[in-house]
């Protein structure tokens, strides 16, 4: 039975979906700008081998919004954990969440397990882009900046009534392009839209995707992964993104720089682990749940 329910995590309510189930409990984190719903493929992949909740973290979806640093989104875990009576699970995430899964790993010793579904800051010092020349790669990141820029300035945005029909249908549209579940992409469109006053926006806001952009931009996975406690698995990567293929010399130089701090990483620390997916780029959740829910329980019940 999944049961949808709101936590409350003493700053804010926390939306959940439990998918139930009496195996090993494993939180299922979805990245920035995402909710719960775009991880329900992956959950129900999951599912026959764990116990899966998956949650909507502060700012996204249908919790509350707050003050965004890494020890209250942690906080938040740590508050659905103890609600829901989760005996020392297991952490995933993709993209966002996965830097949250990690940085969990390094608090909670007693974790059997966290995994980085492509969990990486994105670039934005010239010394993550090995390879590519100093000169190209400072103009490739001012010009990405200006990218994230824009998308930052549209969030929080109030969107008129007479464009959501069109918005919806351009959705549709991309779960099929994307050979995702067409329902499960709309559902995770539409638990976005903010409703208020009779006005309709976007989460997260203009203020809180600020606050991630400055969060991840200042983190070193490096030595995180040299030092976790937990058993650790990073899933990276190897190829772009349509609309990171304009900057394809910039991406393949931070994959570089990627594989290179991973591995470092598991040099250093015998309990850190990495692999580099074969054919999957930075949306491996929606290209290839099966591949990644096989491998996410095969490394924790070995663990």
């Given at each position: 039975m999944i049961n949808d329910r709101l936590v409350d995590a003493g700053t804010l309510p926390v939306a959940v979906r439990d998918?139930?189930?009496d195996q090993p409990p494993l939180l299922l984190l979805h990245g920035a700008g995402g909710n719960l719903a775009m991880m329900t493929t992956l959950a129900r992949a999951l599912r026959p081998r764990h116990r899966v909740v998956t949650m909507d973290l502060r700012g996204h979806g249908r919790s509350g919004d707050g003050p965004w640093t890494w020890d209250d989104a942690l906080g938040d875990i740590a508050a659905v954990?103890?609600?829901?009576e989760l005996d020392r699970p297991a952490v995933v995430g993709h993209s966002l969440g996965g830097m949250l899964a990690v940085l969990w790993g390094q608090r909670h010793p007693e974790s059997p397990g966290v995994v980085s579904l492509d969990g990486n800051p994105p670039p934005s010092r010239v010394e993550q882009l090995p390879g590519l020349d100093p000169e190209k790669a400072a103009a490739e990141l001012a010009r990405l900046h200006t990218v994230f820029d824009g998308m930052q300035e549209r969030m929080g945005q109030v969107i008129p009534a007479t464009e959501l029909p069109d918005l919806v249908e351009r959705q549709r549209m991309a779960a099929r392009d994307m050979g995702a579940n067409e329902k499960v992409w709309i559902e995770g469109f539409r638990r976005n839209l903010a409703h208020r006053d009779g006005e309709t926006s976007l989460r997260?806001?203009?203020?809180?995707?600020?606050?991630?952009?400055?969060?991840?931009?200042e983190l070193d996975l490096g030595p995180v992964y040299a030092s976790t406690p937990a058993p650790t698995l990073a899933v990276l990567a190897t190829r772009d993104l349509p609309e990171?293929?304009?900057f394809a010399d910039l991406y393949a130089a931070h994959r570089r720089y990627l594989v290179d701090q991973a591995s470092t990483g598991a040099k250093?620390?015998?309990?850190?682990?990495y692999l580099q997916l074969e054919d999957a780029s930075h949306a491996m959740v929606i290209e290839q749940p099966e591949l990644l829910a096989s491998l996410i329980g095969d490394f924790l019940?070995?663990?």
């Open positions: 998918f139930g189930g954990a103890v609600h829901l997260p806001s203009a203020e809180t995707s600020a606050s991630l952009r400055t969060l991840m931009s990171q293929e304009p250093l620390n015998p309990r850190m682990r019940q070995t663990r």
